[in-house]
């Protein structure tokens, strides 16, 4: 079964610091791993994706992330947090194409000025 | 760029009550999902759709839950009779082909049940 967990519910960065948001999986099999975010009253909107091709994955606004397998983790990073960057961030897996993903709980993410 | 969008985004209903949840997905797109979220814990598989038929369907997914794409558009889940626990937000998805990974995902409904 796959399961995904990300420890920490919430962070909070000061505009123009690095951002971590962890991430950590179980899987039996070579998953396909995503970050999703949502801010408030939009839906849930895919960052980036790794499905088995290059292990650092660049997403969009200027995120990106990093499997590393021998650490089931994938976590997702920015060199340098804004404003708009405040939402809550989901970690998820899949199996393969057409199966039900698996959500992490969820990391909100503030921003302070 | 094409989006997938839920009516109505805010539903109170009362105990017992039925709802139908709405979703248009985008339009080349032929594989349908639900996924609930409720309120402090993480979202949840509920059921996928493709060609008029459920593909897959989690332990959530009763009897009291249905899926149907009416009008070769709507994408609706109704809940027949509902319970308090059934108050959550409420996610559609769609992906374009059994290939692809990417669920591309709609605002979400919030339901409360009362």
């Known amino acids: 079964a796959q399961s995904v967990t990300q420890l920490d519910s919430h962070v909070s960065v000061s505009e123009g610091t690095p951002v971590l948001l962890r991430c950590n999986y179980s899987?039996?099999?070579?998953?396909?791993l995503f970050w999703y975010v949502q801010h408030p009253n939009k839906g849930l909107q895919l960052l980036l994706k790794?499905?088995?091709?290059?292990?650092l994955v660049k997403g969009i606004n200027g995120f990106e992330a990093e499997f590393k397998k021998s650490e089931t983790s994938f976590h997702l990073t920015k060199p340098s947090a804004h404003m708009s960057d405040a939402a809550e961030y989901f970690c998820?897996?899949?199996?393969?194409?057409?199966?039900?993903?698996?959500f992490g709980k969820g990391t909100r993410l503030s921003v302070i000025a | 760029e094409p989006e997938v969008t839920q009516t109505p985004s805010h539903q109170v209903t009362q105990m017992g009550q039925e709802v139908i949840l709405r979703c248009v997905p985008i339009?080349?797109?032929?594989?349908f999902y639900w996924y609930r979220q409720i309120l402090g814990q993480k979202v949840e598989f509920l059921v996928s759709?493709?060609?008029?038929?459920?593909?897959?369907k989690s332990e959530i997914f009763d009897d009291q839950f249905s899926v149907e794409r009416p009008d070769g558009s709507n994408f609706t889940l109704k809940i027949r009779s509902t319970k308090l626990e059934d108050s959550a937000m409420y996610f559609c998805?769609?992906?374009?082909?059994?290939?692809?990974?990417?669920?591309?995902f709609g605002p979400g409904t919030r339901l409360l049940v009362l």
């Open positions: 759709f493709y060609n008029n038929e459920i593909s897959e």
């Open positions: 790794y499905t088995s091709a290059a292990t």
């Open positions: 998805a769609t992906t374009m082909d059994r290939e692809e990974e990417t669920q591309y």
């Open positions: 998820v897996v899949s199996l393969s194409g057409n199966t039900p993903l698996v």
């Open positions: 899987s039996s099999y070579s998953p396909s």
């Open positions: 339009s080349n797109h032929l594989y």
